[in-house]
């Protein structure tokens, strides 16, 4: 009996260790660098190199640009204000490898740009009540003078469907440059195909939507004042590639101070659903944003 028990209970124990490990794994990695998260019907896959954010589905349903031009898909981080660094994008944080640490949080972690002298960190943290996925990016001052830094978020979606924000039309600049019209208290793009590259700022409310073919993806990110961004930067930003390539949708945090060793966090959470209606302007994707972020 005494036998028994120990071997009923060094069973359990093991069969209890295998599954903290198996939920204490945030990504499963796959070929190539990869890795994805799956968190209910939503799934998210990251690329070692640059850190990208690669895809971002809801079932099988894709909501960012696939395409394989450089610089025109995925999602990427960059620092800000771009005056900084001007083009192309540093290549710590954009294209070279990231090391990972996959625990109960799946962490990237950049090279310390030989420019900037900042280091960037990426935390991914699926949550299940929601199928949302929270990433933190943190900036690291690794310099040995105090600098001051934003961070910058870009994610590069299809020219197609609907863009909208809470912001007055008169808050968007260049003031024209892009369609966006004022309909059920928000600011909404209808995607075009322009023949000129375009790229507008907005200060809105710590939100930004885009709705195409079937599906909506919403970002959470904190709310700026007018104060608080980069120079000629903004909390809220529109690219639009000229004809019907793709568009990029940008969200920054505050300017902030960091003495050599500081870091600051920031954090944008990212939801996606299915959405049945018309990918334009509707109080009903109004209300589905409201119910997503719970407004």
């Known amino acids: 009996m005494l036998i028994f028990m120990k071997k009923f209970i060094t069973t359990a124990l093991m069969a209890a260790c295998v599954q903290i490990m198996a939920a204490a794994t945030v990504a499963v990695e796959l070929a190539d660098g990869k890795y994805i ?3 209910g019907e939503v799934t998210m896959t990251i690329d070692t190199n ?5 895809s971002f589905k809801y079932g099988d349903k894709e909501a960012i640009s696939q395409t394989t031009f450089p610089n025109s898909f995925g999602s990427t981080f960059w620092t800000s204000p771009q005056k900084e660094w001007n083009w192309p994008p540093v290549p710590e944080f954009d294209r070279n490898p990231y090391t990972v640490e996959n625990g109960n949080q799946f962490v990237m972690t950049s090279q310390v740009s030989q420019r900037l002298k900042y280091r960037v960190t990426k935390t991914f943290v699926p949550n299940k009540k929601d199928q949302s996925i929270a990433v933190t990016y943190t900036i690291k001052n ?15 979606v299809p020219n197609d469907g609907v863009i909208f924000f809470d912001a007055p039309i008169e808050a968007i600049t260049p003031a024209g440059l892009m369609n966006f019209q004022p309909q059920f208290g928000l600011s909404w793009f209808q995607a075009d195909e322009a023949q000129q590259n375009r790229k507008i700022n907005a200060d809105g409310k710590g939100w930004l939507a885009y709705c195409a073919n079937g599906l909506l993806m919403v970002k959470k990110f904190d709310d700026l004042n007018a104060s608080q961004p980069a120079p000629e930067e903004a909390e809220i930003q529109v690219y639009v590639n000229m004809r019907k390539t793709f568009i990029e949708l940008e969200s920054q945090g505050a300017y902030t101070t960091l003495k050599p060793g500081e870091e600051l966090k920031w954090t944008v959470t990212w939801y996606v659903a299915p959405f049945d209606g018309k990918a334009e302007a509707s109080e009903a994707l109004k209300k589905k944003v409201k119910s997503i972020l719970k407004l």
């Open 37 to 39: 998260i799956k968190n």
């Open 142 to 156: 690794e310099s040995d003078e105090t600098r001051k830094v934003a961070p910058w978020e870009i994610t590069r």
């Open 50 to 54: 640059g850190g990208k954010i690669l």
